[in-house]
């Protein structure tokens, strides 16, 4: 009978005739040696991209800076109904570019919510320029105690809560202390509108009420103390 | 008028010219035919020769008219971006110091700086204008029915990567327009759930704005969009030259359906 083309081969190499097969061989020379130049071509690839990509996205991903508190004068300073403007730096090493705005004043119990967590001696609020809505540097207008975004016009009130416009979250916060009587800035953390503290700070425009805080995860390392 | 030669003993008589024994080649000849032979040297190796006839002499239907160049066009915005962007490369210095004060060197004064640098920032507008209008065209012409999705595809993602040109190149020249644009940009970006936090820290370098962030928008700009940008530039003219043009909607099957007609 004629091998038809329908006809299904048998698995094992022997029993389709082919020369030099080995009883219960089912793969074929050609078959291996496609499938082990292939295979060796797929590892000398991985073996640049994989370190390449984790070269490009690890350090960004998961490298934090260590955390460093940054002397910006004396707490008599500061005063408790307006807020002063300091600059510090916030990436050392390149310049003009690495430096922020933080507004300062000192804590009043009047209109600040009790310290969170209980217990930190929070004596200085310091307010980042960061608009919650994209990133526009924020202004202190004195003369209507709000924060004033350039950009969208976002609004915020004296203590950095949204009053209007299109910013999802407060302004965010700098760990503060006082040593020797200097007040020191630490690391941003960002807080929700209930002013719940998130210390790994997340981007403007993402949201940190209900759902925001789950669909805008934290990264992966915070900075160490 | 002339002669019949004399009698002559046929030793003496002019012999013949052999086969293959003609005029000596003269040099001047040779460097005329020059040009031709290096050609044919090429073609004879690689059947050139073919693959450009297949491109340039295509049959185009009827009523191809001005709107058919707005595709070449863009391929030229884009050869004059690639071409100005390389030798601006020559003077701009990605570090986060030094960028603006090279960039403003390029515009003060470097010989026809504001002019080359000038063609790369108003081209990059011009191209993504025209892209636009390619794509409008297509759209409005039917080109992108079938067979011709892919291409539609491919042209969209072109359009992406020249969004992205346009974002990373327009951190480069470092002043406060860009920087806060890049701010912005990037923060639009980590609006995406779930992954957009990640991928805006990777497209900075970092949590914040830092020193990687200018060389990696620089790298990006200038390596990794354009090789995809030339390497999808390829297929998508492959796919032109394969499957042709269309007609503009306007133009109708000219053949006569009289004796078509089918009678009962």
Known sequence: MAEGRNDPKSKYTLDRGMPGAFEGET?????????????????????????????AAGSALFERPPVTWQSIGPLDDFVDDTYIPRVITETPGIGEVGKTTVYVRQRNDQIDAPPNPPGYDERVVALSTRCMHLGCPVRYVEASQRFICP?????????????????????????????AGQVEIGPRYSVNSEFRRFPSYRDPAQDLDGIGQYIYPGRFSTPKQ | MKLPLPPLPSALQPKPKRPGE????????????????????????????????????????????????????????????AVTGVFLAMYYDPSPVRAYESARHITNDVFLGEFVRGMHKWGSTVMVILIFLHMGRVFFFGAYKYPRELNWVIGSVLLILTMTMSFTGYLLPFDQRSYWATIVGVNINGTGPIVGPFLSDFLRGGAGFGATTLSRFYAIHMLLVPGGLIALIGAHLYLVARLGTTAPPWIKPSHDTGHLEERV
């Not at chain 1, 291996?32 to 690839?45: I, L």
Request: proline residues 5%; charged residues 20%.
């Open chain 1, 27 to 55: 793969v074929t020379r050609r078959r291996f040696m496609n499938v082990a130049a292939q295979g060796a071509g797929a590892v000398a690839v991985a073996a640049f991209v994989l370190p390449a990509l984790g070269f």
């Open chain 2, 22 to 81: 003609g005029e000596r080649v003269k040099p001047i000849d040779q460097a005329k035919e020059a040009g031709i032979a290096t050609v044919d040297w090429i073609d004879e190796r690689t059947s050139l020769s073919g693959a450009l006839r297949w491109t340039m002499f295509r049959k185009v239907p009827k009523g191809t008219n001005w709107f058919y160049t707005l595709g070449s066009a863009t391929l030229f915005a884009f050869l004059s971006q």
């Open chain 1, 151 to 179: 950009c969208h016009g976002g609004v915020y009130d004296f203590r950095g809560f949204v009053d209007g416009g299109p910013p999802v979250r407060p302004l965010d916060r700098f760990y503060t202390r006082v040593r």
